[in-house]
């Protein structure tokens, strides 16, 4: 069976003399009493150095360990630290960062132009200094790396950033405005908002993208389309009676009977 260890050091060690851990009371205020390797009550446990080291996959060392890890005198003067755990945790952290190192470098400039925004990052710089500093990020905080890559809402994030940042839209006491439209009191409400008006949605990114105001784009559209539309011809009321009161034309030709 392979290894478990915990580690119980002294918060001070340098001035660690000796430890007494009597039996106590827990929380509960059951009493907590330690069994040695024969199975006989002792009265606690005596720690002599700065570090006790604890196999937890080994019975003994497992009670010790269980007697310890709640004991009142641990608080503030000793701490318990799972090699395991942390080792687990790093190895985690291992993959982690491989996973984000690995989308880090697939990304393309543009792409990483656009995380460097949602970072808050400088994006305008030379294209080899802003892959470095993105893959940097993504082996050092892997978790926030992945969340901002995965986010399915991330398109919109950026637009939010790349608009405010272009007077497109505006952000007042933590309002999101297009004009005088409130369209968020936060992030999430305004990319709603976005969602819900796709049409203009895409007039606000075309002016992100030209500089043009998607205001006036909606007035030529409206006035296109006026322009465009057939109109109905309209006839009088007196050339209706007139076409319904004319007589009924001869037969023949030009009104005349043929011979």
């Known amino acids: ?20 851990f009597g039996n106590y009371k827990d929380s509960r205020g059951r009493n907590v ?13 005596e720690m002599f150095q700065a570090v006790l080291s ?12 269980e007697f310890l890890k709640g004991h009142p005198l641990l608080r503030g003067r000793f701490t318990v630290e799972d090699l395991k755990a ?9 993959l982690k960062s491989a996973e984000a190192i690995t989308k880090a470098t697939d990304l393309t400039i543009n ?10 990052m400088e994006s305008d710089i030379e294209d080899t200094m802003l892959k470095a ?21 991330q398109e919109y994030r950026i637009f939010l950033k ?21 369209i968020g009191l936060a992030d999430e409400q305004a990319i709603v908002w976005l969602k819900d008006n796709a049409d203009l949605y895409a007039l606000l990114r075309r002016q992100l993208r030209t500089g043009k105001p998607a205001v006036e784009e909606v007035a030529v559209v409206e006035e296109v389309v006026a322009e465009e539309a057939p109109q109905p011809q309209s006839i009088s009321s007196s050339v209706i009676n007139q076409l319904e009161n004319e007589p009924a034309k001869p037969k023949g030709w030009f009104g005349g009977n043929k011979k």
């Open 86 to 94: 942390n080792e687990e945790k790093n190895a985690e952290g291992a």
């Open 162 to 182: 790349k608009a405010l940042s272009k007077n497109v839209l505006t952000k007042v006491n933590g309002v999101w405005k297009h004009g005088s439209v409130n």
């Open 133 to 153: 500093k993105i893959i940097q990020f993504a082996n050092s905080s892997p978790d926030e790396f992945l969340s901002l890559t995965n986010d399915i809402d």
């Open 33 to 45: 009493n330690l069994v040695d390797v024969n199975d006989q009550m002792t009265d606690g446990y």
């Open 111 to 120: 792409a990483m132009k656009d995380l460097a925004i949602l970072m808050g």
């Open 54 to 65: 604890l196999n937890i996959n080994e019975k003994q060392d497992k009670r010790v360990y």
């Open 1 to 20: 069976m392979k290894r478990h260890v915990v580690l119980i050091k002294s918060n001070n060690p340098s001035k660690f003399n000796y430890c007494k």
